[in-house]
């Protein structure tokens, strides 16, 4: 959310104490811009002075090609930037947004969404939405096909078609946002945080831009029709059109969220295979403190054939537990078994075996202070294994 330009970033702490000022005065003031909204009835008169109540909150809304806008459309497409996309459209002409992903109540209804009361399917929302749109004294419909808010800047996420099975003939509205000091949407963050960095920030512009109405091909299926007009948006936007869906998002912010709640996340993000081993002069460098020791015994549990010590200078370079069991199995960190006991049960990756394990990787040199006995394995059948026999003793064994 915060900029990483660092005179941008000083301008912002400067200017935090009269944000917060501000937040304090248009909490008060949004309160009656809410009442005012409620108590007057849905007309010109109505949205002329919720817009300039607006602009004493910092939302200021501007409209280009008004004429464009066909009176006659039933159904406006729109681009998905912020939280509150569907009311800043609302100032300019009357239309009203489903619920999709809320649940209904006072909340629902004070943020300016249309409860139809429909929980089931998606069939059943296009069904209950045809027959609203079939009344001609309804406002029209208001929908975000992309199901989720982006930054606006880099591209358009998949829409989906069921938009665009309601009626034949759309109308297409481009919407860009422009604020200073901090971003505009963020990925995860709830409306109510939204709305405070609004109220905090001196100004947010809406850029509105009516496109001419779209009307469905002969034969043209749904998902067709929801292409062509996404493409449309997107070139009228200067962005691209993806083929990522609200679905990807959500499954990306998951995986954001499991990885940040993780007690020892590695801490970059590459693969586990493809990060860089420290040289091994720095391995004796790193602190021994209560994090590492927490590791090397989660570690020591899965091999406790594995040298405590060895584990500790393996978690100094990786900080993951995941990738000091993946050196130790694969054989890239050389070791003595720490007892007998260990070579009965499996056959331990000594040295000589950790070289043969290795062999893409290089050979492994042998401490010249350990005597050479101990690089083979105690019986003659462990030493007739294959290699694949052996690795895969191992990964059953740290299964188990």
């Known amino acids: 959310r915060f900029p990483t330009d660092g005179f941008l970033l000083l301008a912002l702490l400067l200017y935090a104490p009269v944000g917060l000022c501000l937040l304090v005065l248009r909490l008060f003031i949004g309160v009656h811009v809410f009442l005012v909204s409620c108590a007057l009835p849905d007309s010109v008169l109505r949205r002329f002075i919720v817009r300039v109540m607006c602009s004493v909150l910092g939302l200021f ?20 930037v912020t939280q509150f996309d569907h009311n800043v459209i609302n100032l300019l002409t009357s239309c009203n947004t489903p619920a999709l992903n809320s649940a209904p109540g006072f909340i629902c209804w004070s943020r300016g969404f249309m409860e139809l009361g429909v929980t089931g399917s998606r069939a059943e929302l296009v069904d209950s939405l045809k027959v609203y749109s079939s009344h001609r004294g309804n406002p029209p419909l208001l929908l975000f096909p992309e199901e989720a808010a982006t930054n606006g800047r880099a591209g358009l ?9 309601i009626l034949d003939v759309v109308q297409p509205v481009a919407l860009q946002v422009q604020r200073p000091l901090i971003t505009v949407s963020v990925a995860d963050s709830s409306w109510i945080t939204e709305l405070l960095w609004t109220f905090f920030v001196p100004f947010t512009v809406y850029q509105v831009r009516w496109m001419p109405s779209v009307p469905r091909r002969a034969e043209e299926l749904s998902e067709d029709f929801a292409l062509r007009v996404q493409e449309l948006l997107a070139m009228e936007l200067g962005v691209v059109s993806t083929r990522l869906t609200a679905a990807d998002k959500t499954e990306h912010m998951k995986r954001l969220r499991h990885t940040s709640l993780l007690p020892f996340a590695p801490a970059s993000s590459q693969p586990l295979a493809a990060r860089p081993r420290m040289p091994s002069s720095l391995t004796g460098v790193a602190p021994e403190d209560v994090r590492i020791t927490a590791m090397a015994q989660r570690v ?25 069991i993946a050196n130790l199995l694969e054989g890239r960190v050389p070791f003595f078994p720490e007892s007998k006991e260990a070579g009965t049960d499996l056959p331990a990756p000594s040295t000589s075996q950790a070289a043969a394990a290795s062999g893409i990787q290089g050979s492994v040199a042998v ?5 050479a006995t101990k690089q083979f394995a105690k019986s003659p059948v462990e030493r007739h294994l294959s290699l694949q026999e052996r690795k895969r003793a191992l990964y059953d064994y740290a299964r188990r």
């Open 61 to 80: 809304v501007r409209q280009s090609d008004p004429q464009l806008r066909d009176v006659n459309v039933r159904v406006y497409i729109a681009n998905h």
């Open 157 to 165: 996420l998949r829409f989906s078609s069921w938009p665009f099975s």
């Open 300 to 324: 020591k549990e899965v091999l406790p054939h594995v040298p405590l010590e060895v584990i500790r200078i393996d978690l100094a370079q990786t900080n993951c537990v995941d990738t000091t």
């Open 367 to 371: 401490p010249p202070s350990k005597p």
